[in-house]
């Protein structure tokens, strides 16, 4: 083996908008150092499966369209239209 595939968690580093995990940064320059003394080359994925809560906040609810309600369940119940404009997911990064 000459290579090791590791992954940076970004929830980990970046917890909150603009707030770094120093420690968790530290932690993953130790991982690479050790990789690098015994030989290996690190491999790095920066973003696997995983963000932040702060970068997509889902909505909490949507505005029904206009005759929405006339609909047949389950479609009455569907997002069909955008969150209300007062919701948090419009101060999200709405996913990367």
């Not at 973003?47 to 702060?54: A, I």
């Not at 889902?58 to 919701?87: E, H, M, T, V, Y």
Request: glycine share 4%; proline share 11%; charged share 25%.
């Amino acid at each position: 083996m000459n290579a090791f595939r590791i992954s940076i968690e970004w929830a980990r580093i970046e917890p909150q908008k603009d707030l770094w995990d120093h420690e968790a940064i530290d932690h993953y320059k130790q991982m690479i150092r050790s990789m690098i003394d015994r030989g290996l080359t690190p491999v790095v994925t920066l973003n696997h499966l995983t963000l932040p809560k702060w970068v997509l906040t889902p909505p909490n609810s949507f505005i029904k369209r206009k005759g929405q309600n006339l609909l047949p369940s389950p479609l009455r119940d569907l997002p069909l239209a955008n969150p209300p404009a007062s919701d948090p997911y419009w101060k999200s990064l709405k996913g990367f």
